[in-house]
């Protein structure tokens, strides 16, 4: 066991200095958070082998943990410092929110699949990641009774905005999403919500699954 923890902290160690340094990750806090989240600890034990390879990685239901470059760049993007209420759409494994559980000072993460919430919340809950949150539901309404958000950090390719996420974002808060016209080709973008209007950020071409539900692609 002491063995395969090694192996995995070294792979650790390697992935943050080859894939996230050496990509121009530099918030220190982000680099951080990458070296001490144990990515293995989320995923399938069949993925286990490639789990710190620079590409995303199955987790079942059709679903993938994202390449820990994109993970870092979306938390890097969401300009945290310490105090923040979090929302992430689109739990997933978990391993977003884990990293963004060192970002901010509380998360709460949605997603629509009970079983990967399910597996998500046992992990989280096993690792003593007490500031996380879990909640089933359909991630592009947000979640309304857990406004305001200092941040939204979604993880599935969206057609445009969803409403929800700008209404229920505190003034100066920043929204991190994927945008376009193909349900697997995105821009991603950061919102920042001012007094008046949202400004925006393109951060460069990502391809994510696509965001499902009433304000997503395929809606209910």
């Given at each position: 066991m002491t063995h395969a923890t090694d192996e995995?902290?070294?792979?650790?160690?390697?992935?943050?200095?080859?894939?996230?340094?050496?990509?121009?990750?530099?918030?220190?806090?982000?680099?951080?958070?990458?070296?001490?989240?144990?990515?293995?600890?989320?995923?399938?034990?069949?993925?286990?082998?490639?789990?710190?390879?620079?590409?995303?990685?199955?987790?079942?239901?059709?679903?993938?943990?994202?390449?820990?470059?994109?993970?870092?760049?979306?938390?890097?993007?969401?300009?945290?410092?310490?105090?923040?209420?979090?929302?992430?759409?689109?739990?997933?494994?978990?391993?977003?929110?884990?990293?963004?559980?060192?970002?901010?000072?509380?998360?709460?993460?949605?997603?629509?699949?009970?079983?990967?919430?399910?597996?998500a919340t046992e992990t989280l809950k096993r690792l003593g990641f007490s500031n996380v949150h879990v909640h089933i539901g359909d991630g592009t309404l947000g979640l309304a009774d857990q406004a305001a958000f200092d941040a939204i950090v979604v993880t599935a390719g969206a057609a445009t905005l969803p409403p929800a996420y700008s209404e229920q974002l505190v003034e100066g808060g920043r929204i991190v999403i994927p945008i376009g016209r193909s349900e697997r080709n995105q821009q991603l973008y950061r919102f920042r919500r001012g007094r008046n209007a949202l400004s925006m950020d393109d951060l460069g071409a990502f391809a994510f699954v696509p965001l499902i539900g009433k304000a997503g692609w395929h809606p209910a």
């Open positions: 995995f902290a070294r792979l650790r160690q390697r992935m943050v200095n080859a894939q996230l340094r050496a990509r121009g990750i530099r918030d220190p806090r982000v680099l951080a958070a990458m070296l001490a989240v144990p990515r293995e600890a989320f995923v399938p034990e069949v993925s286990k082998a490639e789990v710190y390879a620079d590409s995303p990685q199955p987790i079942g239901a059709g679903q993938t943990i994202s390449q820990p470059f994109t993970v870092a760049y979306m938390a890097e993007a969401a300009q945290l410092r310490g105090a923040e209420k979090i929302l992430e759409v689109g739990t997933g494994s978990g391993y977003g929110a884990a990293v963004l559980s060192h970002l901010g000072a509380e998360v709460h993460t949605i997603e629509r699949l009970p079983a990967l919430a399910a597996r």
